[in-house]
């Protein structure tokens, strides 16, 4: 147990590979959400029955454009990933979760709101999360060293398809108990504390954290 905790404090920045990789995850996870929503009770299956449990009419063109809208936004990841890369990644990584989170806690009001303000705002938020991957190669590279770069990247894969099939589950479970509105705060109030730990623990570089001290941070010099 000693030489455990040893190790462990010549390696803090373990720390900092966990929590960039549950960001990962929890992005993943979350693309479920509006699909889920839509076959939990979101949308009504016939808006002229007052009998129908749904609570928002939707055209089926509505439909598509709302279920393919995070990704339309994910598809031009180049914008965000230039602008991170002419600025910095860590504070585009930072924002990508903070607003990422805010859009999903707010997704429920937003829709029954304006369905096409839904529409741009799940846009906004693909946009947004096409910076996370290429942070974690750039993460990489800064916070790793030897075969770590290679193991990291790995996991971060791993990961991924983890979350992808990960997400579902979860949130079906989430859906079914608490509604179809559960997911959404609970994947916001997620992405926000994600935001939060990012602060307190990233940098741009790796010897402006407090993690990296002692033994540890002659590593980096």
């Not at 939707?58 to 439909?63: A, G, T, Y």
């Not at 990422?100 to 529409?119: C, D, E, H, N, R």
Request: overall charge positive.
């Amino acid at each position: 147990m000693n030489k455990f905790w040893g190790y462990l404090m010549t390696h803090k920045r373990y720390v900092a590979f966990v929590l960039m990789l549950s960001g990962v995850l929890t992005e993943q996870s979350s693309r479920v959400a509006i699909s889920l929503a839509m076959i939990g009770g979101m949308i009504k299956k016939d808006c002229t029955d007052p009998n129908d449990t749904g609570e928002i009419c939707m055209s089926e063109e509505m439909k598509v454009l709302l279920l393919g809208a995070y990704f339309y936004g994910y598809a031009l990841q180049i914008i965000p990933t230039t602008v991170a890369r002419r600025t910095s990644f860590t504070v585009m990584l930072k924002i990508s979760f903070f607003v990422g989170g805010l859009i999903q806690f707010l997704m429920p009001i937003v829709i029954k709101l304006s369905v096409p303000l839904a529409v741009v705002l799940q846009a906004c938020r693909g946009l947004l999360a096409g910076v996370i991957m290429p942070n974690n190669m750039e993460f990489a590279r800064k916070w790793t060293f030897g075969r770590e770069t290679k193991v990291y990247i790995s996991i971060v894969g791993s990961i991924s398809l983890i979350g992808i099939g990960f997400g579902p589950m979860v949130a079906g479970f989430i859906t079914t108990r608490f509604g179809w509105k559960s997911f959404f705060y609970v994947s916001g109030s997620s992405y926000i504390l994600m935001s939060i730990l990012l602060c307190l623990i990233i940098r741009e570089d790796p010897l402006d954290s407090f993690l990296i001290r002692g033994k540890e941070r002659e590593l980096f010099v």
